[in-house]
């Protein structure tokens, strides 16, 4: 049985449930992260130079106390894959990239905090809320991500970066693309998740409120709950990796019971991240725009956009808006994973887009 997508679209709306000093002072916060801040070697643990690898194929050394799982198929060009979630590392290729790994070497791995990737946190021993936080954005936070991409590419020792983002790894990948335009070479985004802008100018593509829609009458109250729950600052810092994860899978429940994705079209995921997801989510603040930052990306990027998907087209679009030589697909009767239920038409708008070679 394959492990069900959970948190996939990487979307967030604090839905106002949270409340006291330390969740007020998150909501109304700045970003911790700003494009630029990973080049200018800013709020890292370690420099964007990584140590030297341990020997072992399965990992990369990204720090030295950081490993990251990876696994790759196919021969010729390196294109790395970033998955979504966050934190929602894949176990098997796409099905949708399978027809070109005569040409491509498709890298896949799990991100910081997720999958057998290091996990750098169990538990917080303090109850303090600023603190904590910082250190939860340092390591586990959107700079921290994005510099792995950077060390990634220096791994493999390629000048340019051909990057595939699925929903929040498409976020990531754009994240990239802005910090380091000339180490990437073309880009694909996948349902991006509808994070360029906080707040959403979209607030249609809300992930939480789009399953709420959804669901059954009867289980209205019983979401409310668990979503105010989810969202009640005041109790992050007295959870566990192990209960995030399980918070994680119980909205993941929630969310299959409203998409249309038979099992034929699922893909194999590893175990979630706990830490991780709250660490991107601090890092993104409450007020910002992105837009901007990418128009110093000026290489070519694809905009896939499946018809089915509870993420609306506008959503999509906003990436294709925001790059200067980039292009809109959309690929009719498939949903959040279009790699996986259509992977024919997938591959051959892939093929196209990367020119064969």
């Not at 498939?334 to 892939?350: D, N, T, Y």
């Amino acid at each position: 049985m394959k492990r069900k997508p959970l948190l996939i679209a990487g979307v967030v709306l604090v839905l106002g449930v949270a409340i006291g000093t330390g969740a007020f002072w998150w909501m109304t916060q700045q970003p911790l992260y700003r494009p630029g801040m990973v080049k200018a070697g800013e709020n890292l643990r370690s420099p964007l130079t990584p140590p030297a690898q341990n020997g072992d194929p399965d990992f990369w050394q990204v720090e030295n106390d950081i490993r990251l799982y990876h696994f790759a198929v196919g021969s010729g060009r390196n294109v790395l894959v970033i998955h979504g979630g966050p934190g929602m590392p894949y176990r098997e290729p796409l099905a949708g990239l399978q027809p070109l790994t005569t040409v491509y070497r498709f890298h896949y791995y799990d991100q910081r905090g997720c999958g057998r990737s290091t996990r750098p946190f169990d538990r917080f021993t303090s109850q303090k809320f600023y603190e904590n936080m910082t250190a939860l954005d340092k390591a586990l936070g959107l700079g921290a991500q994005v510099a792995d991409i950077e060390r990634i590419r220096q791994i493999l020792g390629d000048e340019k970066l051909i990057l595939i983002g699925h929903s929040w790894g498409g976020f990531l990948a754009s994240l990239y693309a802005a910090e380091f335009p000339e180490h990437v070479e073309k880009m694909i985004l996948i349902s991006p998740a509808n994070t360029l802008v906080m707040p959403q100018p979209d607030s249609e593509s809300d992930l939480f409120a789009s399953v709420r829609r959804k669901l059954p009458e009867a289980q209205l109250a019983e979401y409310d709950a668990f979503i105010k729950d989810y969202f009640d600052f005041n109790k992050l810092f007295s959870r566990s990796e192990a209960d995030l994860i399980a918070m994680d899978e119980k909205f993941g429940q929630y969310y299959i019971s409203v998409i249309d994705n038979p099992e034929a079209a699922q893909i194999e995921q590893g175990e979630p991240g706990g830490w991780m997801t709250w660490g991107m989510y601090i890092s993104m603040g409450q007020r910002y725009d992105l837009r901007d930052a990418m128009k110093k990306v000026t290489v070519p990027v694809l905009v896939i956009h499946g018809t089915n998907d509870l993420q609306s087209e506008t959503a999509t679009r906003m990436y294709s808006s925001a790059f200067p030589d980039a292009q809109f697909t959309a690929i009719q009767d498939a949903g959040h994973f279009s790699f996986q239920e259509k992977p024919e038409e997938f591959a051959a708008i892939v093929s196209k887009f990367l020119g064969g070679n």
